[in-house]
């Protein structure tokens, strides 16, 4: 579906895309994760042909995204990071209007009932909320029935609600047979939604794998978190193989490998202590980064 060989794009002395290449495949929520100035809005807007790689190579659906704009504008849909509407444009003027683009378009009333903007047909846009907003975004994206959607920092500046809500919608658009190009910065929605996912850090692309893959070559220790009635003596673990034990009161973390929840609770069962909580903390996208890139996401 998309093709992107050792693309780079400079604005001026900035290098904002280094010779990133990746292809993303039928029917996937593909994930282009980084911090916030990495280079991914530079990249995907490449691909969506609004900027002009300076080498490289893209093709989407084997188009040129630049020279073939027009063409590609009836297959694929662009939700931008900052899409602005007039505030006094109501909801389903501004689906009509972009449904007219398109001479074979999806159904406005039914796209409106399908992402829940129905009752909100005759709001303007400056009422909308920050979800709803989104969620016009989306429709926007969806009218022309693209074969592939952009997706660009979709959920930033939502509520948890509204962030978990979108979510559900992306998965819901991929069911339908619609492949996605996610952008995001934020760790839970790429392991959540994405198949597979590109990390680009300051310009360039470090690791391309799946999420759980990603996560599995990190060498990170496991934590088991436990709560218990009264404070925890560290000293019966004195057998295990734990590295670190750190308790403040009744809550206790224990650090260490192999299978660390089996022998943390069967220590515990051992030696007649009940636990009211136990949680497993495992390694995660954020500890990826690290081990690629030698940082924190920030």
Not at 139 to 162: F, V
Not at 288 to 294: E, N, P, S, Y
Request: net charge negative.
């Amino acid at each position: 579906m998309i093709e992107v060989e050792s693309l780079t794009k400079r604005y001026g002395d900035v290098l904002a895309a280094d010779g990133i290449g990746f292809t993303v495949e039928p029917g996937e929520i593909f994930g282009i994760l980084g911090p916030n100035g990495a280079g991914k809005t530079t990249t995907v807007e490449c691909v969506a042909g609004l900027r002009r790689p300076d080498a490289g190579r893209v093709r989407v659906l084997g188009l040129d995204p630049v020279r073939d704009r027009k063409r590609l504008r009836r297959t694929v849909g662009v939700q931008l990071q900052n899409t602005v509407l007039p505030d006094a444009l109501k909801v389903g003027e501004a689906v009509a209007l972009y449904r007219s683009f398109y001479s074979n378009g999806a159904n406005p009333a039914q796209l409106l009932t399908d992402l829940n903007l129905e009752h909100l047909r005759n709001t303007p846009y400056g009422a909308l909320s920050g979800g709803e907003a989104q969620r016009l975004s989306i429709a926007l994206a969806l009218i022309g029935k693209p074969r592939i959607a952009i997706l660009d920092e979709l959920t930033t500046g939502l509520d948890p609600q509204s962030r978990r809500d979108t979510w559900d919608l992306i998965t819901q658009i991929r069911d339908t047979g619609v492949t996605i190009l996610l952008v995001t910065h934020f760790m839970d929605e790429a392991e959540r939604l994405c198949d597979r996912i590109a990390v680009i850090d300051r310009a360039r692309l470090v690791a391309l794998d799946t999420p759980g893959n990603l996560i599995a070559h990190v060498d990170a220790p496991q934590r088991v978190h436990v709560k218990t009635a009264t404070p925890l003596d560290p000293a019966i673990f004195a057998n295990a193989d734990i590295e670190k034990i750190e308790g403040n009161g009744t809550r206790t973390t224990i650090t260490g490998g192999g299978d660390l929840l089996r022998t943390v609770t069967a220590t515990l069962l051992d030696h007649g202590v009940t636990a009211t909580e136990t949680r497993l903390e495992e390694a995660t996208l954020e500890d990826a980064f690290l081990a690629l890139t030698g940082r924190r996401f920030e």
